[in-house]
């Protein structure tokens, strides 16, 4: 066996030595997963029921992401999706019959059985479990009950997000799919935000296919990593890398996540996040849980979301004792303490560990392949671990395309710099008062109250209409406070002071 596809050598590669996205070539051909279809997986399934979740194919051109809340639902068997992948002759609506689906012209619309855990799915079915083996990179117990299933039709997208824990092993098994990523420093210029909010996912607004440069001037500024998978290949996505996914045909994707050191401080923060995110969320009315909360995610009482935040507490604190961290719980982490690397070479992607592809320059796979075996200087053009040694042949990075690709692809100008527009002016006094439109002066009388006079500006209608208008007010403010105090950078901060109030009552 050539060493450099031992298992040992993929796992040391994995958890220590690449902090940036690759693509393994050849490595999965011998799976028994790499013979699967939709068909075979139909025929394993029979009439098992899967949720299927159906999106509009002409949302690539919207201003925003189409988010899951935006979906279709229906609830049916894989013989029926395979059957609305290839049905044809007449209208849909004219032959839906027993299939759900037939409703939805495949013209106009896309199917996806996504993020669904293969120990569930397939319970019955050890061999399908036993057919995807993450041994082959070093994960000896690792297998399909460890792993997420995804079989989309062709325009099946995922909305842009990052993962809160982990890193990411994804094995394109039949179709190709495309995959747009992003390092964690560029966050930022995604405009991260925990709406809607879905406990590990931390989501973009933006739309991939179509990006709105005057709502989000500072995504232009961002330098994607872009690969398309084809069957056969298996992408590494590192920690807190973002990702946009686009089935370009009918495909099946396998994925595991993989745990982390990071896990500890992250679970932390998820316990932060879903304390504050419950809390706001159960003083919105139907219409704003309905926008806010993921159509997967579901809300706990306070009882349960202390009692989480508590052991994510203890268990955090339990990781510094045991390994000696002496860090704050805002600073990166090493991705392992085992790594024979030290921790200022493992950190989280920063802008000194990660190429940002400042200039221009496309960089092409084949132009990573041409530089002679020595160790590089890390720029752009090239790729290496991070100590320095040259990946090997059957291991590809994932081009970084530069800024220039926005400009390029969709004639949009690069910005370096966003200027900030602020509602508050400040006199000539130096007092600062808000800009309005409409300055309202409501005298008050001496208990508070409205003066007759003022009063009698308002009649029935109006005061309906300023009923309506004051609770989209109220929507709109709970929504700005909901993402202020969840946005990931709150989160750590507030992590910080309540791990030392913890500390000092302890």
Request: net charge negative.
């Amino acid at each position: 066996m050539d060493s450099s596809k031992d298992p040992k050598y993929l796992h040391k590669l994995v958890m220590h030595d690449i902090d940036k996205p690759v693509v393994f070539h050849g490595l999965i051909q011998n799976w028994p997963a790499s013979e699967w279809t939709p068909e075979l997986l139909t025929s394993v399934l029979g009439d098992k029921e899967v949720k299927i979740r159906i999106g509009l194919k002409e949302a690539k051109q919207w201003e925003s992401t189409q988010w899951e809340a935006d979906c279709s639902y229906e609830t049916t068997t894989l013989t029926n999706f395979c059957s609305w992948l290839n049905q044809s002759g007449d209208k849909p609506q004219d032959r839906r019959g027993d299939n759900p689906l037939l409703q939805y012209d495949p013209e106009k619309y896309w199917c996806y059985v996504d993020y669904k855990y293969m120990a569930q799915l397939f319970e019955d079915h050890p061999d399908i479990l036993q057919a995807i083996k993450w041994s082959d990179f070093g994960f000896e117990t690792r297998d399909g009950k460890q792993s997420t299933i995804w079989i989309g039709s062709e325009g099946a997208t995922t909305p842009g997000h990052y993962d809160t824990y982990g890193c990411n092993l994804v094995a394109q098994i039949y179709g190709r799919k495309k995959w747009h990523l992003f390092p964690p420093s560029q966050s930022a210029a995604l405009y991260q935000t925990r709406i809607p909010y879905e406990e590990s996912s931390v989501f973009s607004p933006i739309n991939i296919s179509k990006p709105d440069s005057t709502k989000y001037p500072q995504f232009t500024s961002t330098t994607p990593y872009i690969v398309t998978l084809d069957p056969g290949d298996v992408l590494f996505v590192p920690h807190h890398w973002w990702h946009f996914v686009e089935t370009m045909e009918t495909s099946i994707s396998v994925n595991t996540w993989i745990e982390m050191e990071t896990d500890h401080k992250d679970r932390f923060h998820e316990a932060i996040t879903r304390m504050l995110a419950s809390g706001i969320l159960s003083s919105a009315g139907n219409d704003g849980k309905s926008k806010w909360l993921n159509p997967t995610e579901e809300l706990y009482d306070s009882a349960t979301n202390l009692m989480y935040l508590k052991k994510a507490n203890e268990s955090l604190l339990q990781h510094q004792q045991s390994t000696g961290s002496i860090s704050t719980l805002c600073q990166p982490s090493a991705r392992s303490t085992s790594s024979p690397y030290s921790s200022d070479n493992l950190q989280e992607s920063t802008p000194s560990h990660h190429c940002q592809a400042d200039n221009d320059e496309k960089v092409s796979a084949a132009s990573l392949s041409d530089s002679p075996p020595a160790k590089r200087k890390k720029s752009c053009d090239s790729y290496m671990t991070i100590d320095g040694s040259i990946l090997p042949d059957f291991v590809t990075p994932v081009p970084c395309l530069g800024h220039a690709y926005w400009k390029q692809n969709y004639h949009l100008d690069a910005s370096s710099s966003v200027e900030e527009h602020n509602m508050n002016t400040e006199t000539s006094s130096g007092e600062t008062t808000f800009a309005s439109e409409n300055n309202i002066d409501l005298k008050l009388g001496s208990k508070g109250c409205v003066h007759e006079v003022e009063a009698q500006k308002f009649n029935a209608g109006d005061a309906n209409q300023n009923q309506r208008n004051s609770g989209e007010m109220d929507d709109n403010i709970l929504k700005i406070f909901l993402e202020s105090v969840t946005d990931p950078e709150v989160v750590k901060h507030i992590g910080v002071v309540f791990s030392k109030k913890m500390k000092e009552t302890a």
